[in-house]
């Protein structure tokens, strides 16, 4: 995304002002495109309670700015025609200070922190979802598109062209799409772009979500991002990859070490496996995201890490002989997650990490579910949270997750998970009715 000239912005009829809530959810405010100049200058007036929730009443008086770095016309045009340009924005206070509570701000203070050390972060998502027909069928959200499996080259293109005009939209906002193929079950897709800065890569994971949805609908279809949408089939993972560099060196590398993995890189994978039920939290915050944390359905719940078993929650991807490949993934999170939140997290863990010299436990190259309780206890790989409540008690007792957050944000955070429970315990499902409804 470059900085936009005078000509591109007035290349474009309206300008969509992004934001994003702590929820993670991505908001707008459209204006005319004549509006730009005097909203560089002074932003736009925002209600704090759209950012944190109803339960923050005291932040009324925030303001929006866009970021001009940001800035990028929308390949697609309006259904009556018109040119749409888009922009993120960042959160101001009266003051003129960056709100400390906006995800945008959260996440460059959790970088800033990083290079203040001498490493700069790199992050890359893939993020599973669903392409279905919304008629046909009786599952609620609808019917998958295909009947694919793992990687398949169908026959039937429809759903491939949904991806494709997914890919060139992509490519139009100034993403590098790397590819797209199918995944695992019945109409599930994966999208991957190439890795980037943490802030690049979190706004560009919120677009490409919104891309998908607008272009599915276009064909008749729709992407579903949701953790778990169909109970018979697996759930959509967001698989987040995450490494260091010093600018010029990857830190994450050691040709002199037997597996070349550097110490440095062992510290930050112990550091993440120290804050892991803090981080599912962050990473799996939605009602749904819990029928996905299931032991024993692909699913990985345990607090181990891997150099080659992909059934693990933490996995070293990439390959010695390219040092600046080397990194991270994690495989717990969920596409509902917050990726500015969640990045924050990670970052933290990783500083926590290193600072106190952690060392992981061994590797676990099996899958944790065919070990015993006994192995899993002798091997120190403990379970991660299962249960939102347990998740969300584990990220506000985490000092290191509510220091590098900020207290605010986690109390928003965690106040408008507990709501989306409420209202949960409130819907009966068909399941409930056909277990009860004739109980003696």
Same mark, same amino acid.
């Given at each position: 995304?470059?900085?936009?000239?005078?000509?591109?912005?007035?290349?474009?009829?309206?300008?969509?002002?992004?934001?994003?809530?702590?929820?993670?959810?991505l908001?707008?405010?459209?204006?005319?495109?004549?509006?730009?100049?005097?909203?560089?200058e002074?932003g736009?007036?925002?209600?704090?309670?759209?950012?944190?929730?109803?339960?923050?009443?005291?932040?009324?008086?925030?303001?929006?700015?866009?970021?001009?770095?940001?800035?990028?016309?929308?390949?697609?045009?309006s259904p009556?025609?018109?040119?749409?340009?888009m922009?993120?924005?960042?959160?101001?206070?009266?003051?003129?200070?960056?709100?400390?509570?906006?995800?945008?701000?959260?996440?460059?203070?959790g970088?800033?922190?990083?290079?203040?050390?001498?490493?700069?972060?790199?992050?890359?998502?893939?993020?599973?979802?669903?392409?279905?027909?919304?008629?046909?069928?009786?599952?609620?959200?609808?019917?998958?598109?295909d009947?694919?499996?793992?990687w398949?080259?169908?026959?039937?293109?429809?759903?491939?062209?949904?991806c494709?005009?997914?890919?060139?939209?992509?490519?139009?906002?100034?993403?590098?799409? $790397?590819g797209?193929?199918?995944?695992?079950?019945?109409?599930q897709?994966?999208i991957v772009?190439?890795?980037?800065?943490?802030l690049?890569?979190?706004?560009?994971?919120?677009?490409?979500?919104?891309?998908?949805?607008?272009?599915?609908?276009?064909?008749?279809?729709?992407a579903?991002?949701?953790?778990?949408?169909?109970?018979?089939?697996?759930?959509?993972?967001?698989?987040?990859?995450? !490494?260091?560099?010093?600018?010029?060196?990857?830190?994450?590398?050691?040709?002199?070490?037997?597996?070349?993995?550097?110490?440095?890189?062992?510290?930050?994978?112990?550091?993440?496996?120290?804050?892991?039920?803090?981080?599912t939290?962050?990473?799996?915050?939605?009602?749904?995201?819990?029928?996905?944390?299931?032991?024993? !359905?692909?699913?990985?719940?345990?607090?181990s890490?891997?150099?080659h078993?992909?059934?693990?929650?933490f996995?070293?991807?990439?390959?010695?002989? $390219?040092?600046? !490949?080397?990194?991270?993934?994690?495989?717990?999170?969920?596409?509902?997650?917050?990726?500015?939140?969640?990045f924050?997290?990670i970052?933290?863990?990783?500083?926590?990490?290193?600072?106190?010299?952690?060392?992981?436990?061994?590797?676990?190259e099996?899958?944790?579910?065919?070990?015993?309780?006994?192995?899993?206890?002798?091997?120190?790989?403990?379970q991660?949270?299962?249960?939102?409540?347990?998740?969300?008690?584990?990220?506000?007792?985490?000092?290191?997750?509510?220091?590098?957050?900020?207290?605010?944000?986690?109390? $928003?955070?965690?106040?408008?998970?507990?709501?989306?429970?409420?209202?949960?315990?409130?819907?009966?499902?068909?399941?409930?009715?056909?277990?009860?409804?004739?109980?003696?």
């Amino acid at each position: 995304m470059t900085q936009p000239t005078t000509v591109a912005v007035q290349d474009v009829d309206f300008i969509q002002l992004l934001f994003v809530d702590t929820a993670g959810r991505l908001k707008s405010l459209e204006v005319p495109a004549e509006r730009w100049d005097e909203l560089i200058e002074g932003g736009w007036t925002l209600d704090g309670s759209v950012l944190l929730g109803h339960s923050e009443p005291g932040f009324s008086d925030l303001r929006l700015r866009p970021d001009p770095e940001t800035f990028l016309r929308r390949p697609w045009d309006s259904p009556g025609g018109r040119r749409i340009g888009m922009v993120f924005c960042d959160v101001l206070k009266a003051d003129g200070e960056l709100f400390e509570a906006a995800p945008r701000t959260v996440l460059r203070k959790g970088v800033l922190a990083l290079q203040e050390r001498g490493m700069a972060p790199s992050f890359g998502v893939e993020a599973e979802f669903y392409l279905v027909r919304p008629t046909g069928g009786t599952m609620p959200g609808g019917t998958p598109a295909d009947t694919s499996g793992y990687w398949d080259l169908a026959a039937d293109e429809e759903a491939d062209e949904v991806c494709r005009d997914i890919s060139s939209a992509l490519a139009g906002m100034g993403f590098k799409v $790397s590819g797209h193929h199918h995944e695992v079950c019945a109409g599930q897709r994966e999208i991957v772009f190439e890795h980037d800065t943490a802030l690049r890569t979190a706004d560009r994971f919120l677009l490409l979500k919104h891309t998908a949805r607008v272009m599915a609908r276009r064909r008749g279809m729709r992407a579903i991002f949701m953790p778990k949408p169909f109970p018979h089939l697996y759930g959509n993972a967001l698989h987040v990859h995450a !490494s260091l560099h010093d600018g010029a060196h990857p830190l994450f590398a050691d040709a002199t070490a037997v597996d070349g993995l550097s110490p440095l890189f062992r510290q930050a994978i112990a550091g993440v496996l120290e804050h892991s039920p803090a981080l599912t939290a962050l990473g799996n915050p939605g009602v749904n995201s819990y029928k996905r944390l299931v032991p024993g !359905s692909g699913t990985p719940v345990h607090r181990s890490w891997a150099r080659h078993n992909r059934s693990t929650a933490f996995k070293v991807a990439g390959d010695p002989a $390219s040092p600046a !490949s080397l990194r991270l993934e994690l495989r717990s999170p969920d596409p509902s997650a917050n990726p500015y939140l969640l990045f924050t997290g990670i970052l933290a863990a990783f500083a926590d990490g290193i600072d106190r010299a952690l060392k992981p436990a061994d590797p676990c190259e099996e899958p944790a579910d065919t070990l015993t309780p006994g192995e899993l206890a002798a091997r120190g790989i403990g379970q991660l949270p299962t249960e939102m409540s347990t998740a969300l008690r584990a990220l506000e007792s985490d000092p290191v997750m509510v220091g590098s957050l900020g207290e605010l944000t986690v109390r $928003s955070f965690t106040t408008g998970c507990r709501a989306q429970w409420a209202d949960s315990q409130r819907v009966i499902t068909p399941w409930e009715f056909e277990q009860y409804a004739e109980q003696p």
